[in-house]
């Protein structure tokens, strides 16, 4: 069966850039688009980004680009998210979820998520 | 940018049904998905493209679409369900493209 297995949580001061990995299983990896959500807390969901892991094409949103990099890595099946010059109200879980396209497509798969913490 | 609004929470009791709204302009021309969430864990897919079940959903589960709102239904409610559901659109002209609802959270008394 499909699985998704993030990096575990993190500590960062403001300023500085975090890296979560999500390494996927159960499925081939190029098949299916990786997208990237956050969630601050009590928040609802806000969609980052999408790679075509068999491209290795992003697709980011506005509110996040220049900020964001995703990444993947074909030979361990393995996707990355970086986000960088770091603010306190970046703090929130990250979720890597797999959808069959880049376009409309439900997103099918989700990560157990990564919470990430940004303070001083 | 396309919004999606959603009520802030749903009471039910056991047993009984639970409607969610999700409500956006001209909601009914697109593919509605629904995503459910228990606290601590991550969202899992329960609808997608308005009424289909991904393999392992209940049947309790279903969902309509039509003009400005969305609706899932949750019948014969179990106190399992509780949990923050979510709408979710794909809107090409919006950014982000991929939007998703304020969340209802489906308390069961």
């Known amino acids: 069966q499909v699985q998704l297995v993030q990096s575990g949580a993190e500590v960062k001061k403001p300023g500085a850039s975090v890296k979560v990995s999500c390494k996927a299983s159960?499925?081939?990896?190029?098949?299916?688009?990786l997208h990237w959500m956050q969630q601050a807390p009590g928040q609802g969901l806000e969609w980052m980004g999408w790679?075509?892991?068999?491209?290795?094409?992003?697709h980011y949103a506005q509110r996040f680009h220049g900020r964001v990099t995703l990444t993947r890595d074909t030979s361990i099946s393995t996707a990355y998210m970086e986000l960088s010059r770091l603010r306190s109200d970046d703090t929130a879980v990250y979720y890597c979820?797999?959808?069959?396209?880049?376009?409309?497509?439900?997103?099918?798969?989700w990560g157990q998520g990564t919470l990430v913490t940004v303070s001083s | 940018s396309y919004v999606l609004t959603q009520p802030p929470s749903v009471s039910v009791a056991p047993g009984q049904t639970a409607r969610i709204a999700c409500g956006g302009n001209n909601i009914g021309s697109k593919s509605v998905h629904w995503y459910q969430q228990k606290p601590g864990q991550a969202p899992v897919l329960v609808v997608y493209?308005?009424?289909d079940r991904p393999s392992g959903i209940p049947e309790r589960f279903s969902g309509s679409n039509s003009e400005n709102t969305a609706t899932l239904t949750i019948s014969r409610v179990e106190a399992g369900d509780e949990a923050d559901y979510h709408c979710q659109v794909w809107d090409s002209s919006s950014d982000p493209p991929y939007v998703f609802g304020t969340g209802t959270k489906v308390t069961v008394l």
């Open positions: 493209d308005d009424s």
């Open positions: 790679i075509n892991p068999k491209s290795g094409s992003p």
């Open positions: 159960g499925y081939t990896f190029t098949d299916y688009y």
């Open positions: 979820a797999t959808a069959a396209c880049g376009g409309d497509c439900p997103i099918d798969h």
